[in-house]
């Protein structure tokens, strides 16, 4: 179950005790290739800039801390874009985030937006209120004004998904993942926390899920009941690796079953992550 689409420097870095990128020289250069990245995408774009949504959680922090550093923080957008009464919180730090980095940033209030959304689908006579199907439209609405910025300015849309969820299907299709540049989408979601901690990310904001956003539901890892240390592990040994079950579970010390059910999971969440299948490549 390889994932090529790893980048090899981001693989060759040093490993701890738990296969993961967490030391303090795998920081540092992870802080030398991710604004490296940036520049480079922006140059052969020949791009003025780049827009990222700040949502009050780690990644999107660390994306715009990135975005900043790789070009200025004149040449970053942050939007911050709450839609529910429970997003204010998040907003705020967002807020304050961009503030600290000195990068332009709006507060765009997309309840009135839902509202339209939900009255104009009520017409179809489909159910206005399905909180998944809901949560999933506010993740396109968000990348669908992060768009419109970034084409007005001539800017590349940085996106803030990390691997873990990547992997793991954890965001709405074409909500999330749908972005000029997945910036984060080699780090697993430790990995991007030590590298929070390392840039000064308030820990406030370093505790919050990378995907609150309406939904108070348990992560992946609590799903699992495991740690989330623990399940990047086990995704590195299991994707990047190519270890089988046993050995995985057996270095871990967990059951098998858990290893099995996300492979099972990863699987059945492969369409989020590759283009749509045509005829010409079958299924």
Not at 40 to 50: E, I, L, P, S, V
Not at 123 to 135: C, S
């Amino acid at each position: 179950m390889s994932d090529a689409m790893s980048h090899p420097r981001i693989l060759e870095l040093p490993r701890d005790e738990n296969e993961l990128a967490t030391s303090t020289p795998a920081i540092r250069r992870i802080k030398q290739l991710l604004p490296a990245f940036l520049d480079d995408m922006a140059t052969t774009a020949d791009a003025d800039g780049f827009v990222v949504t700040i949502d009050g959680a780690p990644e999107s922090a660390v994306a715009a801390t990135m975005a900043a550093e790789a070009l200025g923080p004149d040449r970053v957008t942050g939007l911050v874009m709450p839609a529910q009464l429970t997003d204010e919180a998040p907003a705020r730090d967002a807020e304050a985030v961009a503030s600290s980095l000195g990068i332009e940033h709006h507060r765009l209030q997309l309840r009135p937006l839902f509202a339209a959304f939900q009255e104009i689908i009520g017409t179809t006579g489909e159910p206005a209120d399905d909180l998944v199907a809901m949560h999933n439209a506010g993740a396109r609405f968000r990348m669908a004004c992060a768009y419109y910025v970034a084409n007005t300015r001539n800017r590349l849309v940085v996106g803030t998904v990390n691997r873990t969820d990547r992997l793991l299907g954890s965001v709405a299709k074409y909500g999330e993942n749908g972005v000029d540049v997945s910036l984060l989408g080699d780090l697993y979601r430790t990995e991007v926390l030590a590298l929070a901690r390392d840039l000064g990310v308030p820990e406030g904001v370093r505790s919050r899920s990378s995907r609150y956003h309406g939904r108070a539901t348990p992560s992946d890892a609590e799903q699992l009941g495991i740690d989330q240390t623990t399940l990047d592990s086990l995704l590195r040994l299991t994707v990047d690796e190519g270890d089988p079950p046993e050995v995985v579970a057996d270095r871990l010390d967990i059951d098998t079953s858990v290893v099995r059910r996300v492979k099972t999971w990863c699987a059945a969440t492969r369409h989020k992550r590759h283009s749509p299948p045509k005829p010409s490549m079958g299924t």
